[in-house]
């Protein structure tokens, strides 16, 4: 089985696999909180695919057991569809995650809420969708408060609030405070580059 994540250099932090559907498996690799990306690598993270594959992967940081942020600075999307997305969150398992996600293809943002593997409705995640394009530099953010998760695109410096998710109406806050800062990545074909994984807060 090939790698869908095939370089994970530099986004100081082990990212975990958490999730792969085949036929991707995720390679380990590391990611930095924040600071440039060395020149030998075009992006921190590339995933590459030629078939439908999906990836979550976990970061081993502690944030404060209510509010924390997850920022994302792609580097290039695939170009194809209908999956050239790049998600973040928190995630507790392979089964149980907070999601913010932006669709590259459709020109979209969403949130995906899944309990014990079952995604989960309108109620938790605020409904869909927010129509939004990335360009070049153009950031993404979610910010967890108690039971809720807003997302974010930041775009000529300027941030725009694109939705807030109320994920407490099934996933109590305390549980989901001892989930760690995750990244998500969903392609048909292709190949999509991540510069910058940052959780303010956590390790340098």
Known sequence: MRSLVRRAATLGVLLTLLAGLSPATVAPGTARAAGPVPPLYPSALVASTDSPSAAVLAAPITGPADDIAVLVEPRSFAGGGPEDSVCLGRAGSARDFVLGWY????????????????????????????????????????VFSGGTMTSWAEHDGRWRRLRTAPFGTVVAPERAATWTPAVGLRLTSGELGLDRLTVPGGPD
Not at 108 to 134: E, H, I, K, L, M
């Open 103 to 142: 669709n590259h293809h459709r020109g979209t943002s969403g949130v995906d809420v899944r309990v014990d593997g079952t995604g989960q409705g309108n109620g938790a995640t605020g409904g869909c969708c927010t129509t939004v394009r990335w360009t070049e530099g153009d950031r993404f953010a979610v």
